[in-house]
């Protein structure tokens, strides 16, 4: 369980290192970032704390949240995300703590977790990529089809059949990419790859997990 910071996608663009390889990289607001609450085993049965991103007018907050941020002694936040620490890392965090992008100074590799772009409702060709059958010969209407949804036992469709249904819009984590480089006067962090989601969404980024167990 590894502190990580919310940000914000900003888009792509591209370079050409120094062997001439074009290298695709992504932009990510990472942070400022403020710890709006912090939760212990001995309060709430876990450990945690709460992050809170970018500022938010006041007349635009609820008033439950509004007493949430005053008992706090913090302004209104837009985005709210909570974080699973361990015993050791949860007593190095206060509530009011800034959490800035210099948390990620070091790390070579992070993960990035983001909500995918929704697609609506679409068959298993493209959901699932199901192959499509030769479009010659006798076949008739099931083109795109998913075919047979089982047999004569259980007489039903079991549970996690892959059908059409609603793709994309899935919490995504794309794990060990590259950090190109950090700008910490602007809170920006490119990494080599692609991120999920579209530009401006959230993501959350945290140090590499498997790097560091590799480490």
Do not use: W
């Not at 500022?55 to 995300?81: N, R, Y």
Request: aromatic share 6%.
């Amino acid at each position: 369980m590894k502190l990580g910071l919310i940000g914000r996608k900003i888009g792509m663009t591209q370079l050409f290192n120094e062997n001439g390889n074009h290298v695709p990289l992504t932009v990510i607001q990472a942070g400022p970032c403020v710890v709006i609450q912090k939760k212990t085993t001995k309060s709430d049965r876990y450990n945690a704390i709460q992050l809170g991103f970018e500022e938010k007018k006041e007349k635009l907050t609820s008033k439950p949240l509004t007493g949430h941020f005053s008992k706090a002694g913090l302004k209104p936040k837009k985005i709210l995300m909570e974080m699973r620490l361990n015993d050791q890392d949860i007593e190095k965090y206060n509530v009011g703590d800034s959490i800035t992008i210099e948390k990620l100074e070091g790390c070579k590799f992070v993960d990035v977790t983001g909500t995918t772009k929704g697609r609506g409702f679409t068959g298993v060709a493209k959901r699932h990529g199901f192959q499509t059958p030769k479009k010659s010969h006798g076949t008739h209407d099931a083109f795109r089809h998913g075919g047979s949804l089982g047999s004569r036992f259980p007489q039903r469709v079991v549970p996690g059949r892959k059908m059409a249904g609603h793709y994309g819009n899935e919490r995504v984590t794309i794990q060990n990419l590259q950090v190109h480089s950090i700008r910490k006067d602007d809170h920006l962090i490119l990494v080599e790859g692609a991120v999920p989601g579209p530009n401006n969404s959230i993501v959350i980024i945290k140090p590499a997990l498997k790097k560091a167990v590799q480490a």
